[in-house]
């Protein structure tokens, strides 16, 4: 008899893990489908290595294929879905159009930049949500050292070396830490540029990393200080032009760079489901199962999880709460299909890791503040532990980048039109 047939849609955090769960317990039981628009998974948490050169981009890549047993992979935009015929629409790469029946769903589909009706934001500025933004990041710091390098105005000069990030959460922080430190080798090798690259970080929140407990927000902001990050809390954009932002305070600010890293929304394709929605995320029950179709499971960003650990509330969109509401899905329906029982969705969180770059971190494992080296060795091995794959690569790049000077070249692989700011990939926000 054929198999019933698992339909996962997305390969962020939650829809991995999903995959790779169920595969292990269920694969006997039912064919595994996972449909993606890529056909790796991607450790967002290392974007801010890569967009300053620590770590290659391929390592934070982990295949689809190479690393999920049993799980078919179909690599394809989802674009619809039939409720009542249970089956998912997509697009593949080069335009042709499919559909995949189901016998269970999960949709996981993850967020997408937020957007803010700031003037010139759309136009001016970059998100960080993917690949192709970190790799685009990367050649752009440099090409703007290079050209500041090579200006004979200093106000051109200063206006290129000055590097605007907006959004002091996670993605923030470390790019504008990574980023300083990076700058300032780039500056090391170019004897002729007169002035030191500048960071700004800034959020409309009273301090950076707002989410977290104050004393780790307290060495965030004392490590950027100290490097020369200037950090501006209560002061956002209030409109961006093609040579720079005017600040909420009315200072405008002359740059060439504009990081957008305020925050993220789910995916808009879960509004377009017809179902019922909590602040833009799919309602499901303890059992992550949408109410009214027990065949149809929701987990990550795309999903409104009730948080039993704080009723009345659901579960923050983090990479560490869709890791393992995807593993609760194929727990819950592996015992549909009769292995084991259902289980609801109850996780603490475990404590938080922020990489600072160079010798700084932040870290408080199990409700334990920790800064410095002691910081980095634990967020480093929590990286370790939490890739799916390419640990030996990624620790090789730490090594190298520790004992050799940090290469400097543009790639020129992702020019600026291909990275708009509206068309960030669907992945999982970074909160470890």
Excluded at 132 to 138: I, K
Excluded at 302 to 312: E, F, I, S
Excluded at 331 to 355: F, M
Aim: aromatic share 6%.
């Amino acid at each position: 008899m054929t198999k019933p047939r698992v339909v996962i849609v997305g390969a962020g955090f939650a829809g991995y893990h999903a995959a790779k769960t169920l595969s292990r317990v269920a694969r006997d039981r039912a064919e595994i489908v996972l449909l993606n628009s890529t056909d790796y998974f991607l450790y967002l948490p290392l974007l801010p290595e890569v967009a300053a050169g620590v770590v290659e981009p391929r390592r934070i890549s982990v295949p689809l294929t190479g690393t999920l047993r049993g799980v078919r992979v179909v690599v394809g935009e989802a674009d619809r879905v039939d409720l009542q015929n249970r089956w998912v629409g997509f697009t593949q790469p080069e335009g042709d159009q499919g559909k995949i029946a189901y016998d269970r769903l999960v949709l996981a589909v993850g967020s997408v930049n937020k957007l803010l009706p700031i003037p010139g934001v759309t136009e001016y500025a970059h998100g960080f949500r993917g690949l192709p933004e970190a790799v685009y990041l990367h050649d752009h710091v440099i090409r703007q050292i290079e050209l500041a390098e090579q200006a004979e105005d200093p106000a051109e000069q200063r206006a290129r070396s000055t590097f605007v990030v907006v959004g002091a959460g996670y993605t923030g922080t470390e790019v504008a830490a990574h980023g300083q430190l990076f700058t300032d080798a780039l500056r090391r090798q170019r004897p002729r540029l007169t002035v030191r690259p500048r960071w700004m970080l800034l959020d409309v929140a009273p301090r950076v990393l707002p989410e977290l407990d104050k004393r780790m927000s307290d060495t965030a902001d004392r490590v950027l200080r100290r490097r020369g990050v200037d950090v501006r809390m209560g002061t956002s954009v209030a409109e961006a032009t093609a040579d720079g932002v005017k600040l909420t305070d009315g200072e405008y600010v002359p740059t060439c760079t504009l990081v957008w890293c305020v925050g993220v929304r789910p995916d808009p394709f879960v509004a377009e489901l017809g179902l019922r929605t909590e602040r833009g995320r799919l309602v499901v029950d303890e059992y992550l199962s949408v109410p009214g179709f027990p065949e149809v499971y929701a987990c990550g960003d795309a999903a409104a999880v009730p948080d039993l650990t704080r009723p009345g509330q659901i579960c923050a969109m983090t990479a560490q709460h869709a890791q393992r509401q995807g593993k609760y899905v194929a727990l819950n329906i592996a015992a549909s299909y009769g292995h084991g029982r259902r289980k609801p969705y109850k996780h603490h969180d475990l404590g938080w890791v922020v990489d600072l770059g160079g010798k700084d971190a932040a870290a408080n494992p199990l409700k334990v503040s920790l800064s410095g080296l002691p910081a980095k060795a634990v967020t480093r091995g929590y990286h370790l532990l939490a890739m799916p794959g390419n640990r030996t690569r990624v620790g090789a790049d730490w090594v190298l980048d520790a004992a050799l000077p940090r290469s400097a070249t543009q790639l020129g692989l992702v020019p600026a039109h291909a990275v708009p700011l509206e068309s960030s990939s669907p992945e999982v926000p970074v909160r470890r």
